[in-house]
């Protein structure tokens, strides 16, 4: 069964996606119409991804890196591109041993070639000030939060829900 045949349509509903699951929540966005549609530190379209992701389309060496090194270039190489996972390393941790080596293989190529054109109208886009692997300068977010990575849904996530409960007035 498919994400969007997950959702019930029958009444109405929000869509909320972080990082990659914002991408995918902006293409089910196109089939099911949400009431409104959240995506935090993400991308609405393709012209949002940094030059170095459509470098990869080039000189495609992810094809030739297993799953497993991925995993471990992972490890190596967040906590130096977003600055707060030396905060959270236990969480990031945790979050990459559970990460399964065959799903990072198969996003890689997902994101970078990436056709989307057009951001959804119905958007709320949440981003961070300070995120590296998707940087501002590609981005035209509605909210920036201020000194926030890619990883605000755990560094600020406090702010983040004042804010959706803000956004949409809701008590």
């Known amino acids: 069964m498919s994400l969007s045949e997950q959702i019930d349509t029958s009444k109405d509903f929000h869509l909320l996606g972080v990082s990659i699951g914002g991408m995918l929540a902006c293409e089910i966005a196109d089939q099911l119409h949400p009431q409104s549609l959240i995506i935090i530190s993400s991308a609405s379209s393709k012209f949002d991804l940094p030059r170095r992701y459509t470098m990869l389309q080039k000189f495609p060496i992810y094809e030739i890196v297993p799953g497993q090194v991925s995993k471990l270039g992972a ?32 996003t890689i190529p997902m994101i970078i070639n990436w056709e989307r054109e057009i951001s959804p109208k119905e958007l709320v886009q949440i981003h961070g000030e300070r995120d590296r692997t998707l940087p501002l300068r590609h981005l035209e977010p509605d909210y920036i939060i ?17 804010l959706i409960l803000d956004v949409y007035q809701m008590p």
């Open 75 to 106: 490890y190596v190489l967040q906590p130096i591109v977003e600055y707060d996972r030396n905060d959270q390393k236990e969480l990031f941790r945790a979050m990459l041993k559970d990460k399964d080596p065959l799903f990072l293989k198969r």
């Open 146 to 162: 201020s000194d926030g990575s890619h990883m605000l849904t755990s560094t600020k996530a406090a702010l983040l829900k004042q």
